[in-house]
Every structure is written in C-alpha cells, then in structure tokens.
C-alpha cells in the first residue's frame, strides 16, 4: 500500500513518520525548509514514547512527483482542506481511499465536493504534538490515536485494511460506527478551548480553574451542541458535561494549536472553529452570543495574519 501524507506539521509528521519508520511506503506532501531537512537528513520524530529518525519513500513538494495513491491522510490546516482536495486529484486511482485528520466539523463534506463521495472517510486524531524544526516533530503529550471510519458507519474490507496499516505502524487507532458524532465531539472540545484561549492568553487549567472563564468555556461548548443537534449529529445529551470533564483532565499548562496559532500571529483555524459556529448558526437562525463574541474579538488578528501570509 503506498500512504501519501499532505502536510507534514505535528499530525502528518508524527502519524507518517510512524508509518514510514514501520518500513511501509510513505510519501511527504511538505514545503521549504521543512521539506529540505527531511530529504537531507530524514524526518526525525522527538516522542514521550521513544525518538526515531525515518526516511520514507518519497518526500516532495510536487504533486506530479508522486505515484499514485492507495492511502492519502490530509493533515492540513482546515482552511487548506479544500486546497489539498484539488492538489491530491492527479494521484487518486478507482480505489484510492482519502481521509481529513485535521479539526474541523464540515472537512469530509469539503473533500467529497472535490473528489467524490466515494474516495472519502471520516477521520480524527488525537495528538498534542508540532514542528520543534526544520525536519523535526515534536510529540509532547496524549497517546496518539486516530479514530476513522465510513460516514455510514458500514463495517468495509477497506476500513478493516487500513486499520491492519495502522497497527503495523504501532500506533493507537480505531475504526468508529458513527465517525461523523466522533467528529463533532471532538470539534466541541477543540472549538470550546482555542478560542477562548486565544482571547484570555490562558492555558487550558488556567480556563478550566476560573470560575468565569469556565462558565464561558461551558456557554460555548452549549452553543455548538444546539448547532450540532438542528444538524441531526447523534450527540447524546451529556455531551457537554463530558467535554468539559475532558478539558478539565488536560494537562494543567497544555493549549490547542489554534491558540498559539493565533497568538503567535500566524493564519489559523478561527473561521473553522467559532467562525462555523457563528455561520451555522445564522443560517439555522441559532443564537450563538458567546461565539460571536469570541469570533469577532479575533477576527482583526485573523485577518492580519492571512494578509502576512499572503506577502510571504
């Protein structure tokens, strides 16, 4: 099976080099320097779980480069989703499977629009991990796992395929009966936290911890569950409970990429996260106070950022 990995950040790095280290066939999707210190030296993987070093089979920033593709995982940004789905087009054949990894609730409905329904499953990870380097992936924190299956929940030789790909890699993995309620879980939490991070300059504990700013945290998260709810997502009722017990089992100092994204001045997921909320919510005539609050307080860094990235 050739696995074609598009966009080798924290995700893409760590899940591909794993799969590359396992001797199976990997190409990198990756730019710049990043994309020079792996075809110099290999990528080198720093894990809580032990380092390795790998050299996989092909490591490009050229599409027309790669073969063609059994296997594609995007591990973009969700803003470059739609982006990576026009990329991929010339390395699909009949059965080449595509999974989206990155967060976001509307990622499978992006890809399928470009390549077909058929190419696509729904996917997550779950990682704390990021580019410490040229050519170098940080794995900090969580034990790395991805959640994927078909988005009608079917049980296909295809799913039970990868998964065999995903065990020789010896990471965590499963295969869901219902990806698309996984998915959304997993985007409360992640749309709960990083925006409200980004605004407060808090850390995870630190929102967790105060009182105020965990009445927000809790406020957001029930905004997205309505939203989810008038979008017929099988959310069961404690679903904001349990995320907000989840955030609270966080790692006191931890905080989500989109946080330091934004922080940091860099394009981020904004428009993905809250911004969705807010546009979902107009659309389905859906109150979303806090959101629009959190949204709109940002959006003016948002825009600098991608205006910078535009004059790279």
Not at 8 to 15: A, I, P, S, T
Not at 40 to 65: W, Y
Not at 143 to 167: A, C, M, S, W, Y
Not at 242 to 264: C, K, V, Y
Request: contains cysteine; positive net charge.
């Amino acid at each position: 099976m050739h696995i074609v990995i598009i966009g080798v950040g924290g995700v893409g790095g760590y899940f591909g080099g794993k799969i590359s280290n396992s001797g199976q066939k990997v190409t990198l999707v990756a730019r710049g320097k990043h994309l020079e210190a792996i075809q110099q030296h290999g990528l080198h993987v720093k894990s809580i779980d032990g380092d390795f070093v790998t050299r996989p089979f092909n490591a490009t920033d050229a599409i027309e480069n790669v073969e063609k593709a059994d296997l594609i995982l995007i591990c973009t940004k969700s803003w470059q989703v739609v982006e990576a789905a026009k990329l991929i087009q010339p390395i699909l054949h009949e059965d080449t499977v595509v999974i989206p990894l990155q967060n976001g609730a509307d990622n499978v409905e992006k890809i399928q629009s470009i390549i077909g329904a058929k190419h696509v499953l729904g996917g997550l990870c779950k990682i704390y991990s990021k580019i410490e380097a040229p050519g170098v992936i940080s794995h900090f924190g969580h034990q790395p796992e991805i959640i994927f299956g078909e988005v009608n929940g079917d049980q296909t030789t295809r799913v039970h395929l990868i998964k065999k790909t995903f065990n020789y890699a010896g990471f965590q993995n499963r295969i869901s009966e219902n990806i698309i309620t996984d998915i959304w879980k997993k985007f409360m939490f992640i749309a709960t936290v990083s925006g409200l991070g980004a605004l407060s300059r808090a850390n995870i504990g630190e929102m967790y911890h105060h009182q105020g700013l965990q009445q927000i945290l809790e406020k957001t998260a029930q905004e997205i569950y309505a939203i989810a709810i008038a979008k017929n997502v099988k959310f069961p009722r404690n679903v904001v409970g349990n995320t907000l017990g989840f955030i609270g089992r966080q790692p006191h100092g931890s905080t989500a990429s989109t946080q330091r994204d934004i922080m940091e001045g860099r394009p981020s997921e904004l428009h993905n996260f809250n911004g969705f909320i807010v546009s979902e919510g107009e659309r389905l005539n859906i109150k979303t106070p806090v959101n629009t609050f959190i949204y709109t307080c940002l959006q003016l860094m948002e825009t600098k950022a991608r205006s910078n990235y535009k004059n790279l």
